[in-house]
């Protein structure tokens, strides 16, 4: 089974412009979540999405969105780029099931802001 | 509100000898306790998680964890570690809607 594939892997925009990023979960997951890495604030939750319909948000302004498919892909896209929006983005894959439930990582798109 | 404190930035320990990492957690309800592993430049690996059940969960690459509700504590350990070990390690805490919450981090430095 193949794992969580995000595009691109790595990425340099200059402030103000605007993001798109990209996430396919795990065949048959219906949830994905995306998080933001950076080195003062650690790793933080940006939201949630489970059948296209989002669930929960971090606290983010909201120039940041995102949106998922019928396919179970998701974007996210960050508006109005800030120096601060520097980061490794990471979306997780989220496999509800009982005592199976789990939540698996890609391997991030990294950010960089000029 | 959920939080995670891992109070080590940093442990140095030598291949072959014991590992512990601290993580203590606050959340209202009965928590999902995970830990992960972040190698340079790459995303994260699950290594183990507990939701409910048998307190001491084993996970992958020899590392186990106990989950103690009395100390909010989920330490994980690993009784003899390898190079490859060296890493970041980050304890989560969450709900079943996967918004979770995620420690500063542990960086594990391994000596030969």
């Known amino acids: 089974k193949a794992g969580v594939t995000q595009t691109p892997r790595y990425l340099i925009k200059t402030r103000g412009q605007q993001v798109t990023l990209s996430c396919s979960p795990i065949s048959g997951h219906r949830s994905v979540s995306w998080y933001q890495q950076t080195p003062g604030q650690g790793l933080q939750f940006l939201f949630e999405?489970?059948?296209?319909?989002?669930?929960n948000k971090g606290n983010f302004p909201g120039r940041f969105s995102g949106r998922q498919f019928s396919n179970s892909r998701s974007e996210m896209n960050v508006s109005t780029l800030e120096l601060g929006d520097s980061a490794l983005y990471l979306c997780?894959?989220?496999?509800?099931?009982?005592?199976?439930?789990?939540?698996?990582f890609g391997p991030g798109t990294r950010l960089l802001v000029l | 509100a959920q939080s995670v404190t891992q109070p080590d930035i940093h442990i140095t320990v030598s291949e072959g000898a014991s590992l512990e990492l601290r993580c203590n957690y606050s959340?209202?309800?009965?928590?999902?306790l995970f830990w992960y592993v972040q190698s340079p430049g790459q995303g994260l690996q699950l290594l183990l998680k507990?939701?409910?059940?048998?307190?001491l969960v084993q996970g992958i690459k020899g590392f186990e964890a106990e989950f103690k509700r009395s100390q909010s504590s989920f330490n994980l350990r690993k009784p003899s570690v390898h190079w490859s070990d060296a890493a970041e390690y980050f304890c989560?805490?969450?709900?079943?809607?996967?918004?979770?919450?995620f420690g500063a981090g542990t960086t594990v430095t391994v000596r030969a």
């Open positions: 507990y939701f409910s059940g048998d307190t």
């Open positions: 997780a894959s989220n496999f509800y099931g009982g005592a199976e439930e789990t939540q698996y």
């Open positions: 999405y489970f059948s296209e319909t989002q669930r």
């Open positions: 989560a805490v969450g709900g079943d809607d996967y918004k979770l919450s």
């Open positions: 959340y209202g309800a009965t928590p999902y």
